[in-house]
């Protein structure tokens, strides 16, 4: 079972911003694809990044220009880094890994069934 950790999750005004981590093992860091997800109430897991295992990056068309993923691998540290922040991007930011290449595709990275392994979740909230 691997472990991720997430944190960083806070409350914030309309506009402002947040960095979120995701702590893992060298292993995952390593050899997994990683993706942040996020759940609002009410509503279904949706894919916000991923970061693949050749260092491609992408991001979900409602958060494009405003979230930007990174990772340090001295840290083993998965970062999101929100700006710009609006009430819709309230909830509960999760990370998650698998050992599959989801990451590579298009479409599988913002595939919540796709990642057998998931952190505890950071909330997100929010306010105007």
């Known amino acids: 079972q691997e472990h991720l950790v997430e944190s960083g999750g806070g409350s914030v005004q309309a506009g402002g911003s947040l960095r979120l981590s995701c702590a893992a093992s060298?292993?995952?860091?390593?050899?997994?694809?990683m993706s942040w997800f996020r759940q609002a109430p009410g509503k279904s897991r949706e894919g916000v990044g991923s970061?693949?295992?050749?260092?491609?990056?992408r991001v979900a068309d409602s958060v494009k220009g405003r979230f930007i993923i990174s990772k340090d691998n001295a840290k083993n540290t998965l970062y999101l880094e929100m700006n710009s922040l609006s009430l819709d991007d309230t909830g509960t930011y999760y990370c998650?890994?698998?050992?599959?290449?989801?990451?590579?595709?298009?479409?599988?990275?913002?595939?919540?069934?796709?990642?057998?392994?998931w952190g505890q979740g950071t909330q997100v909230t929010v306010s105007s």
């Open positions: 998650a890994a698998s050992t599959g290449d989801v990451c590579a595709s298009s479409t599988r990275w913002r595939v919540a069934g796709a990642f057998p392994y």
């Open positions: 970061f693949a295992r050749d260092g491609t990056t």
């Open positions: 060298k292993v995952v860091f390593d050899y997994y694809c």
